[in-house]
């Protein structure tokens, strides 16, 4: 059995405590500042996916009270959502009513046309409101939110969709030495957003964080191929803190000592089944978890997390 190999360069921690001699000057949020704007730019999702898209809209008040509108904004998309035929706005009278909360949410219901018409995106504006409130943050930030609403009639249909699992297994150990039990995750999957590439996936969920890798799958050969991906300002799912994470291939081999070693390749290559509905990394991948420079609380640092096996697969 090779030994578990954890390549860790000490993450530079630290609680940064914040004192003063004398009095403590206190910022005051003034009420003739207060705004409403989106808490995100994008959202994505598929067009069959039954569940409600609900975009978060904020109100920087003291008192969580006033009405908002919006628009719906289609023009100026090569391939635009439709209204009535591709979504419906959940949102009464696209007007949002704050009564006491501060963050309410847009609702909106996406329809599964049943044909084959590639990514449709459209734009929620925010408008008017009843308390002379400003729209949106500094340099109009935060004032639109653009929808894209993935087409799932797709050749590689069978491996997209909201109700998938990953089964992540680990060469990490406890504390006792046995293996740690595989990762159960909840996985989405899409087409790319790139026209003309039907042969790309993007899934989402792996090791339990946001971001969307691609793959690229070879239709003739059965191949499932990760592309060495690196991600930005990932907020890590267990500490709550933003790391970068880059994906490779890996595999074990003896070092001149005699110990085990890992050699790390720009891809980790798979294979995938449509009848099935599965993506299988038999090898899995090495990824490495970057604390960025700039965070005030990780400085330039290291983790290696190696998956050593993974099976993505629609849930039964």
Do not use: C, H, W
């Given at each position: 059995m090779k030994n578990i190999i954890k390549i860790t360069a000490v993450f530079i921690a630290g609680l940064i405590l914040l004192s003063s001699c004398g009095e403590t000057e206190k910022a005051t949020f003034k009420d003739s500042d207060a705004y409403f704007a989106f808490e995100t730019d994008k959202s994505s999702m598929i067009e069959n996916d039954i569940r409600t898209l609900r975009i978060p809209v904020s109100l920087a008040k003291s008192t969580g009270v006033g009405e908002l509108t919006f628009d719906i904004v289609s023009e100026g998309y090569?391939?635009?959502?439709?209204?009535?035929?591709?979504?419906?706005?959940?949102?009464?009278?696209r007007t949002v009513a704050?009564?006491?909360?501060?963050?309410?949410?847009?609702?909106?219901?996406?329809?599964?046309?049943?044909?084959?018409?590639?990514?449709?995106?459209?734009k929620l504006v925010l408008k008017d409101n009843t308390i002379g409130a400003t729209i949106g943050m500094a340099n109009n930030a935060k004032t639109e939110h653009e929808i894209t609403i993935s087409d799932n009639e797709h050749p590689l249909a069978a491996l997209i969709g909201v109700d998938f699992q990953a089964t992540e297994q680990s060469i990490a150990e406890d504390t006792e030495g046995n293996q740690i039990a595989p990762y159960l995750l909840p996985i989405e999957i899409r087409g790319d957003t790139v026209p003309g590439r039907d042969?790309?996936?993007?899934?989402?969920?792996?090791?339990?964080?946001?971001?969307?890798?691609?793959?690229?799958?070879?239709?003739?050969?059965?191949?499932?191929?990760?592309?060495?991906?690196?991600?930005?300002?990932?907020?890590?799912?267990?500490?709550?803190?933003?790391?970068?994470?880059?994906?490779?291939?890996w595999e074990w081999y003896v070092k001149e000592d005699g110990t085990d070693g890992i050699k790390r390749y720009a891809q980790a290559i798979g294979t995938f089944d449509l009848d099935a509905q599965e993506i299988v990394f038999e090898s899995g991948y090495l990824t490495q978890i970057t604390g960025p420079g700039t965070h005030p609380y990780v400085g330039l640092a290291y983790h290696i997390l190696i998956v050593e096996h993974c099976r993505i697969a629609k849930k039964n």
């Open positions: 090569d391939n635009p959502a439709v209204e009535g035929e591709d979504f419906t706005v959940k949102t009464s009278n704050f009564e006491g909360d501060f963050v309410k949410n847009i609702e909106i219901k996406l329809i599964d046309n049943y044909v084959r018409d590639g990514d449709k995106k459209f042969d790309r996936l993007l899934i989402k969920g792996l090791l339990g964080v946001n971001q969307e890798v691609r793959v690229e799958l070879n239709m003739e050969t059965g191949e499932v191929i990760m592309e060495d991906q690196k991600f930005y300002d990932v907020i890590d799912p267990y500490f709550g803190i933003p790391i970068e994470l880059t994906f490779f291939g």
